[in-house]
């Protein structure tokens, strides 16, 4: 695919290797397979849940590696010399003075034998890694700065119109913050001030009274077609991006870290989305929100083992509501797979049951004479609107739809017009236009000031009046 125009030559200003650059993958790929060939000889050593079938501890993006070993001098020695094989024959020369060595449960004094024997600097957690604060612990608000000065910095103007501010705002809030929620449950608090930063821009377009916005922060951000203005809901598109986690975790998709986790939980009768909270920060941020993603997603049973016996959806609705047996289980996060595979009532309920409970059991015996286990297929979740692929727009929108809506409001931010007539109508409507009235009940204006028309000095100062019943805008 190409177009009928002159080539145009290489000058000033243009990377001349940039096309080097998808080498990079090729040679960093180089690189891991001699981390594996030397640790499968026992040349150098991998932290301790290291699994020799799999390849060496190694994170890379391009130019940017993260190598997980054990803290020793003979490791660093080693993996050093290997690092200068790599360079010399790939012709990738590494920084090691730009290099960071960061040490976990180390001795100060050690530590600094083994930055002497690298050459690099030392380090400390948690440090930045492609934008994002990397560490064994939860970021604090702190870690974020640099996201909410880039905020900040960008919703800084004030020479814009109230439309521009709301465009700017849309686009900062859906650029800047979402690549670091697709990884992390951001703060309240940083989502607080975030938040409020993309309101304050809206009264800096009212130059007369710029601390004055023009609706409250939550009409502001309910989408256009509920009578908001459509600015993103941070902590809702934050809940969307991290459940697709989730459902990667409960289809099984090829990753390593799920299959770290699964290996956790192989011998657990327990469903690990219903476990208790146990592990990494991440981990636990990610776990919290599956009641949410329950709350949209129903199972078609595979092996089993990711859907919940009593409060997945599985079986048309969740069997613990209600239900007598539910009271006399004995594990009431038990998985289908493990139900299924069983090996009597006492394992499962607490004996004796009661009449309601036994002829209850009855009813699950027909259920589960109908349900077939595939052990080699994972669970597939189908959600509640109407596809089984995740999408976290989909989410977001589906979190909104209980909303009352109103026609006319589609109709004005479908209309063809610029956006600072749409938000003019849209302030009309919402009788949010600066009139006298409407700042002396925002105690905005000193109360003994005459709040009557100029025009129409008979009346209150209204919207109404302005534009439909005034004298003056009736003659023009």
């Not at 938040?195 to 951000?221: D, E, H, N």
């Not at 902590?235 to 986790?261: E, G, M, R, Y």
């Not at 959806?313 to 996060?333: A, E, I, T």
């Not at 597939?380 to 989909?394: E, K, R, V």
Request: hydrophobic share 40%; proline share 6%; net charge positive.
């Amino acid at each position: 695919m190409g177009f009928k125009e002159k080539i145009f030559s290489v000058k000033e200003g243009f990377v001349k290797e940039i096309l080097f650059h998808p080498l990079l993958f090729v040679a960093t790929d180089l690189l891991q397979h001699i981390l594996n060939k030397a640790a499968s000889m026992g040349v150098i050593k991998a932290p301790l849940c290291y699994n020799p079938n799999s390849n060496f501890p190694l994170a890379q993006y391009t130019d940017d590696t993260i190598i997980f070993l054990q803290a020793s001098q003979a490791n660093l020695f080693k993996i050093k010399g290997m690092i200068n094989c790599f360079s010399d024959s790939t012709g990738l020369q590494v920084n090691f003075n730009k290099s960071s060595l960061i040490p976990i449960n180390v001795p100060p004094s050690e530590a600094q034998m083994l930055v002497a024997v690298f050459g690099c600097q030392l380090s400390s957690l948690p440090f930045p890694y492609l934008g994002l604060p990397l560490g064994i612990t939860k970021p604090r608000f702190r870690d974020f700065g640099s996201l909410i000065e880039k905020v900040e910095r960008r919703l800084s103007t004030s020479w814009l119109s109230m439309a521009g501010h709301l465009q700017i705002a849309n686009s900062v809030l859906s650029a800047l913050p979402t690549y670091v929620m697709c990884t992390f449950k951001l703060p309240v608090k940083v989502i607080q001030t975030t938040t409020k930063s993309s309101i304050i821009v809206f009264g800096r377009a009212r130059k007369a009274y710029p601390k004055c916005p023009p609706c409250q922060l939550g009409q502001s951000l309910l989408p256009k077609i509920q009578r908001g203005l459509g600015v993103i809901n941070l902590q809702c598109q934050n809940n969307a991006l991290l459940i697709k986690h989730l459902h990667k975790f409960a289809t099984k998709q090829s990753s390593p870290w799920i299959d770290l986790v699964w290996s956790l939980y192989n011998n657990s009768t327990n469903t690990p989305l219903l476990s208790a909270l146990r592990g990494s920060r991440w981990w636990k941020d990610i776990v919290q929100l599956s009641m949410l993603f329950r709350a949209v997603a129903s199972p078609v049973v595979g092996d089993g083992s990711s859907t919940s016996f009593w409060s997945d959806n599985w079986g048309g609705s969740p069997l613990k509501f209600p239900c007598h047996d539910f009271s006399f289980s004995k594990n009431k996060s038990i998985s289908v797979k493990h139900f299924f595979n069983s090996d009597g009532l006492a394992d499962l309920f607490f004996l004796p049951l009661s009449h309601e409970a036994f002829w209850e059991l009855e009813q699950l015996d027909h259920l589960l004479a109908s349900l077939n286990l595939f052990p080699d297929s994972a669970n597939a979740w189908t959600f509640i609107w109407g596809s089984s692929a995740y999408s976290s727009s989909l989410f977001y929108n589906h979190h909104f739809k209980h909303l009352p809506t109103h026609p006319i409001f589609g109709h004005l931010w479908k209309a063809k017009c610029t956006n600072k007539i749409k938000v003019f109508f849209w302030l009309l409507l919402m009788d949010r236009l600066n009139t006298r009235n409407i700042l002396h009940r925002k105690h905005i204006l000193p109360p003994n000031i005459d709040r009557n028309c100029a025009l129409h000095s008979d009346d209150q100062e209204e919207t109404s009046l302005h534009l439909f019943f005034c004298s003056f805008s009736q003659s023009c």
